[in-house]
């Protein structure tokens, strides 16, 4: 199999490092490679910062909902939306652009373009023999995260990705089967359908926590989504984006 094609089909998320830095030469490569991502009419909306000071790390993990592999790690990444940058575009070319930098439309356009960067970050980390873990509990904390990372206005952090080297060797967890995720020409509504897809799934999904845990999980990926979903997070963010100069049109 194409070597590519065989580290993306591997991927997991790793929680466990070893106490090793990445050197320059591997943050630069992942950086470069993230910029090497497809870029919405080469927009290049979104920013990285990379976190090295173990204070500012202590207090990520904290504001992350205490997650350890985001103080522990060899790097930690923040990916953000960035309009900033575009702001002093309006500025020296002397044009308005607040409209269009406040639509929905750019915001989503920061989200893809950041999103696009990061997932070529990882594979290039995991081809390097790394291993990563998104962080999106960045989130639940966005206004403490951007005073401490010192972010300016239409700049927002929206997940972070811990790379190291890998202290745990965990089990490939299943995705949902390949007919319940690809449509050809139209999307498919079959109702009967999708609930037997899932179903499916949720004995996939059941074996694979009973084994990995010695029988003491067997939970299924609907009861999960249910119970996550029937608790609403992060109710702040409308406003909070508004207040950041993003979303308001």
């Known amino acids: 199999m194409n070597p590519t094609i065989e580290t993306i089909l591997q991927h997991r998320s790793i929680r466990q490092f070893e106490d090793r830095p990445l050197s320059e030469e591997q943050i630069r490569t992942i950086v470069e490679c993230a910029q090497a991502a497809s870029t919405s009419s080469f927009i290049q909306a979104y920013s990285i910062i990379g976190v090295k000071n173990q204070e500012l790390k202590n207090k990520l993990a904290e504001l992350s909902g205490n997650q350890p592999y985001v103080a522990h790690n060899g790097h930690f990444f923040v990916f953000c939306a960035d309009l900033h940058r575009h702001e002093l575009i309006g500025e020296m070319e002397k044009a308005d652009l607040s409209t269009s930098l406040e639509s929905t439309e750019k915001f989503m356009v920061t989200v893809v373009d950041a999103s696009l960067a990061a997932q070529n970050a990882v594979v ?73 897809q899932l179903q499916q799934y949720n004995e996939l999904i059941s074996s694979y926590y009973e084994e990995r845990t010695n029988g003491k999980r067997r939970d299924t990926w609907t009861g999960q989504m249910a119970n996550m979903l029937s608790k609403p997070v992060r109710m702040f963010m409308k406003e909070f984006l508004e207040g950041k100069g993003f979303n308001r049109r």
């Open 124 to 196: 290039a980390a995991e081809a390097m023999g790394l291993g990563a873990c998104y962080i999106g509990g960045l989130r639940n904390n966005l206004p403490e995260v951007c005073e401490l990372l010192k972010v300016p206005r239409r700049v927002i952090p929206l997940f972070g990705i811990a790379v190291g080297y890998p202290a745990q060797d965990p089990d490939l967890k299943p995705r949902l089967p390949f007919n319940h995720i690809y449509y050809e020409d139209t999307y498919q509504q079959d109702q009967s359908q999708l609930e037997s």
